[in-house]
């Protein structure tokens, strides 16, 4: 055999080889700076549970800002990196305009931008929604933060940063087999259900909530306490009636035996309401009987009521123009607006929380980590209780010189093992699930009871992100679901709502008044370069050959 037949048959031996070789082995490369296409090891796990067919349908096609199309390119390379790592994962874009109404009646409802082009502003209308399902269960992601932003370039980056969080928390919930039981504790005068609707509709579409009548502890303790200990997640809004010593022992034994807990509460009687209808009202503590109970896990709600510069605002009638009632938007130093930990993943991302007449909370050391998850502006006061707050101080100018009482913590997160309140003392009544200490558990406790609480426009909740007179956006639903899912999450899902990416944008402004110079860089300069070199070369050739 000749030389030439032996080359050309190890050649051909070469690339089957080579082929062979690039179908059993692939890999794809991240070389981005900030590493925005790698996965993470939860999600990895969390993708190599599914095992037949994911549908994912985005709708983030057709005409729409040129500042949307950078968030459908990289939600699409997104979702092939998923598609990458589990071949059952089907992607599937589509244009939104022919089937608004059947969107909005899955609850997908669209946006509303203000697009700026050429010095001109316009109104367009998307829907950056996905659907995810696999036959038997369906979830809707939002594309877009909820969180109130600058600018839509921000809001871009914040939805960048938030596509493998939204995506893989829906992801996870469809794959989920048993949901988390949550409960909503009752008996001791806590906040009626229609004031938590926007809340608890939220926290009920992703786990199995049911109320829990703790004063039952009373006719059967031993039986309360059992069935206690099979709930996940305890929450606790604004009880107003004195805890019993059964029911703090049933309580710290659900902690001590692992239950997730969530504390919203007042130590100061003060409502808003009232103090609408009479234009004034007393303030006074709120004897919970829980101060010792909070105090063995490291925590302490003082009965002070706070006061801060930065703060909501509230209608109030100013005066009359013919038969109108004029109002004017206030505001009321006692409704605290505060930010979150912008480190941790309950908080980031999140818009300001409002807090009505809300509490100071003292960390006292211990074995427990304790993160601070809301903060007041620095510009605070204290106000003791008992104490009269009158609606017409909200006219007097404030004195900066008073209120420099600094940083005030509202809401705090406890993690580690908890010690029980009852190690060293005797128990209000005998159980065999006593345990002394609960390993690697969380705790949340926030001093303000109305953070969950909605307001009512004709008989029906409102929205809790919004208020219904001032039309101002809170953070608080956001923030309090962020909670619950914390307190649940075993698999640090939720940290990925820590990621942070470092989106380049267009300066809009300076690309408009420089618009003429690189037009004329990129489009004629190229031109007059090619037809220079051209009419040189012809001169060049025709000198030569003639």
């Avoid at 004017?328 to 980031?348: A, E």
């Avoid at 705090?412 to 609960?438: C, H, M, Q, T, W």
């Amino acid at each position: 055999m000749s030389k030439k037949s032996l080359y050309i048959i190890g050649l051909f031996v070469a690339l089957l080889f080579l082929n062979f070789i690039n179908q059993s082995i692939y890999k794809r490369f991240d070389l981005t700076a900030d590493k925005r296409y790698t996965l993470s090891e939860t999600t990895k796990s969390i993708l190599s549970e599914i095992n037949k067919p994911l549908f994912i349908t985005v709708y983030l096609e057709g005409d729409f800002p040129s500042e949307f199309k950078r968030l459908q390119i990289e939600t699409r390379q997104f979702l092939e990196e998923l598609a990458a790592e589990n071949n059952n994962i089907k992607i599937n874009f589509e244009n939104p305009d022919d089937q608004r109404e059947a969107l909005i009646k899955k609850g997908m409802m669209p946006n509303q931008l203000t697009v700026e082009e050429d010095g001109k502003l316009s109104e367009a209308i998307i829907f950056p929604w996905a659907e995810i399902s696999n036959n038997d269960k369906f979830k809707i992601v939002s594309l877009l933060p909820t969180a109130i932003v600058a600018s839509q370039e921000e809001q871009l980056q914040k939805a960048i940063e938030n596509l493998e969080y939204s995506f893989l928390s829906a992801i996870n919930g469809i794959l989920e087999k048993n949901q988390k039981n949550v409960v909503l504790l009752t008996g001791n005068g806590e906040l009626q259900d229609i004031y938590q609707y926007s809340f608890l509709s939220e926290v009920s579409k992703k786990y199995r909530l049911t109320k829990f009548p703790l004063d039952s502890v009373a006719s059967n303790p031993q039986q309360t306490l059992k069935d206690l200990t099979s709930v996940d997640l305890a929450i606790i809004t604004k009880p107003t009636e004195k805890f019993t010593e059964q029911e703090k022992f049933t309580l710290d034994q659900y902690i001590t035996n692992g239950g997730k807990t969530l504390w919203m509460l007042d130590n100061v009687q003060a409502d808003q309401d009232s103090l609408l209808a009479t234009g004034k009202m007393l303030a006074y503590p709120r004897d919970l009987n829980l101060t010792d109970l909070l105090f063995s896990y490291g925590v302490r709600i003082n009965a002070t009521i706070i006061k801060d510069l930065y703060a909501a605002q509230i209608a109030l009638a100013t005066g009359t123009v013919g038969n109108q009632t004029q109002f004017q938007n206030l505001d009321w130093f006692y409704h605290p607006l505060v930010s979150g930990n912008p480190y941790h993943p309950i908080t980031k991302n999140v818009g300001n929380v409002r807090l009505q007449f809300a509490n100071q909370i003292d960390t006292l050391k211990n074995n427990l980590k304790k993160t601070p998850l809301l903060v007041s502006s620095p510009l605070t006061r204290k106000v003791g209780t008992p104490t009269i707050i009158e609606l017409q101080s909200i006219a007097e100018e404030p004195i900066e010189e008073d209120y420099t009482a600094g940083n005030q913590l509202f809401a705090v997160l406890l993690e580690g093992d908890f010690n029980s309140a009852y190690k060293n003392r005797i128990k209000p009544y005998n159980s065999s699930l006593f345990k002394e200490k609960a390993s690697n558990n969380k705790m949340i406790v926030i001093a303000d009871g109305d953070v969950a609480r909605n307001q009512i426009l004709k008989g029906k909740p409102t929205d809790l992100s919004r208020d219904k007179w001032t039309n101002q956006e809170f953070g608080n639903k956001d923030f309090l679901i962020n909670t619950v899912d914390y307190l649940l999450d075993d698999s640090g899902l939720i940290n990925l709502r820590n990621k942070t990416l470092k989106i380049n944008t267009l300066d809009k402004q300076k690309a408009y008044k420089e618009r003429t110079f690189w037009q004329f860089l990129n489009v004629i300069l190229p031109l007059i370069i090619l037809g220079v070199f051209g009419l040189s070369f012809h001169y060049l050739r025709k000198r030569k050959y003639t």
